[in-house]
């Protein structure tokens, strides 16, 4: 694995370990810390980010269309049959989550965030073993900085 794909896949490991404490963490605890929510708002834009990154990477290895958007990452991973329709609508979802947390669109809802985080731990889990299961099995080294 490159350096740059392992530089991610290593940030996405560190983040989700960290999140996954912070889903045990008691709701009235962690909806009072201003710390640990911005430290899991932090991890969480960091951890979509390198997803969104690794699946860039693999359109660009497949010399695919070039996405405009962190979303189109997952609607030309759609297309080409690297995920699922479903796979596409959470990455999609991700995606969007990222946005909010960057952009600051909206505020965070941070109880729905908290109680949403195993789920989003499962998803990230998932996706990123799907995306490196799919650069084995096609031989491509995506480059990525």
Known sequence: MRPGLLRRVERIREGLRRL???AEVPRDQYLSSELLKLATERDLQVVIEALLDIGHAIISAQDWRIPR???EVAEILYEYGVLTGEERDVLTKLAGLRNVLVHLYLEVDHEL????????VKW??????KLLKYVREQGIDPVLP
């Open 20 to 22: 996954r404490e912070v």
């Open 69 to 71: 958007t962190y979303r």
């Open 124 to 129: 990230v889990e998932y996706l990123l073993q």
């Open 113 to 120: 965030l908290h109680r949403s985080l195993p789920e989003i």
